[in-house]
């Protein structure tokens, strides 16, 4: 069994800085696709950042130039380093991981979501 577990949220005033960290641990031999996702209550989940075992970094475009996402395999870790925080910005964040390889199969996998919140 695999389990992702995030740290990192919490309350911030507009402009801030929040870092985001999520850890896999369980039976794992490699992962593919690690990501972050966010979510408003009465809303659909929202793509974020994901970042590919092969280097591969996208963004959703209201994010690019504030968020760097970055992942240390070494420790099936990945990151969310978030600059200029905006209300806009506030919502569960989800992280994800895509075609887990834990020896006998593939796996998609979510975290159980750490709350972000901008405001004065």
């Known amino acids: 069994q695999v389990q992702l577990v995030e740290s990192g949220g919490g309350l911030v005033q507009p402009g801030g800085s929040l870092t985001l960290s999520c850890e896999a641990s369980g039976s794992i031999r490699s992962i593919d696709v690690l990501g972050w996702y966010r979510q408003v209550p009465g809303h659909q989940r929202e793509w974020v950042a994901t970042?590919?075992?092969?280097?591969?970094?996208d963004y959703i475009d209201s994010v690019k130039g504030r968020f760097t996402i970055s992942r240390d395999n070494a420790k099936n870790t990945v990151y969310l380093q978030m600059n200029s925080l905006q209300p806009e910005d506030t919502a569960v964040y989800y992280c994800?991981?895509?075609?887990?390889?834990?020896?006998?199969?593939?796996?998609?996998?979510w975290g159980q979501g750490t709350l972000v919140t901008v405001s004065s």
């Open positions: 970042a590919t075992s092969r280097g591969r970094i």
């Open positions: 994800n991981a895509k075609d887990v390889y834990s020896g006998t199969g593939y796996l998609e996998v």
